[in-house]
T-cell receptor, first 111, second 116 residues
Framework: DAKTTQPNSMESNEEEPVHLPCNHSTISGTDYIHWYRQLPSQGPEYVIHGLTSNVNNRMASLAIAEDRKSSTLILHRATLRDAAVYYCILRSGGSNYKLTFGKGTLLTVNP | GAVVSQHPSRVICKSGTSVKIECRSLDFQATTMFWYRQFPKQSLMLMATSNEGSKATYEQGVEKDKFLINHASLTLSTLTVTSAHPEDSSFYIC????????????FGEGSWLTVV
């Protein structure tokens, strides 16, 4: 799987937007960009995924660069419950559905 | 989103015994399930891919005879840690592929294994 690069940690304030960056310069044309988050002692939670176009759902938005070499997960109004490790993962578009986790970004939300 | 449930959430076993962890997809059929292990302050490490009705595919370095995986139905996969040792103590997490929409992968809540 192509590799992603994320900052080790980020900090935000409650009720402010958060932009979590992810670089994936070696992405291939069929790789999907997935975001998951993990709270302590819990399994990862699906957040959002996309291929080329920007995506929105009730949890977040995913902005994908035109060249697809980077993407940004946007939390529109951070809450204390958004504090977690956020993982940006590339998954190939074939029948291999394996997700390979990197170290992710630890997001701290300040009250 | 779809629900994946693991049981037990916590288990303590004695060294040398075997322990089984179940992973169920509650509201969808999962032809493919995955098992991960996570040590404290580390990321998830994929152990194996489990396809319903066939043998699991193990990642390099994972002992298939120690970590037995069975995926006998479209909603249940089990991981059995055989002859457990203290170094097997970890957080074990399963995930399942929901066919539609978009083949999204959903994760269970994880199972803490402590071997004493």
């Amino acid at each position: 799987d192509a590799k992603t690069t994320q900052p080790n940690s980020m900090e935000s304030n409650e009720e402010e937007p958060v932009h979590l960056p992810c670089n994936h310069s070696t992405i291939s044309g069929t790789d999907y960009i997935h975001w998951y988050r993990q709270l302590p002692s819990q399994g990862p939670e699906y957040v959002i995924h996309g291929l080329t176009s920007n995506v929105n759902n009730r949890m977040a938005s995913l902005a994908i660069a035109e060249d697809r070499k980077s993407s940004t997960l946007i939390l529109h109004r951070a809450t204390l419950r958004d504090a977690a490790v956020y993982y940006c993962i590339l998954r190939s578009g074939g029948s291999n559905y394996k997700l390979t986790f990197g170290k992710g970004t630890l997001l701290t939300v300040n009250p | 989103g779809a629900v994946v449930s693991q049981h037990p959430s916590r288990v303590i076993c004695k060294s040398g015994t075997s322990v089984k962890i179940e992973c169920r997809s509650l509201d969808f059929q999962a032809t493919t399930m995955f098992w991960y292990r996570q040590f404290p302050k580390q990321s998830l490490m994929l152990m194996a891919t489990s396809n319903e009705g066939s043998k699991a595919t193990y990642e390099q370095g994972v002992e298939k005879d120690k970590f037995l995986i069975n995926h006998a139905s479209l909603t249940l996969s089990t991981l059995t840690v055989t002859s457990a040792h203290p170094e097997d103590s970890s957080f074990y997490i399963c995930s399942a592929r929901a066919g539609t929409p978009g083949n999204t992968i959903y994760f269970g809540e994880g199972s803490w294994l402590t071997v004493v």
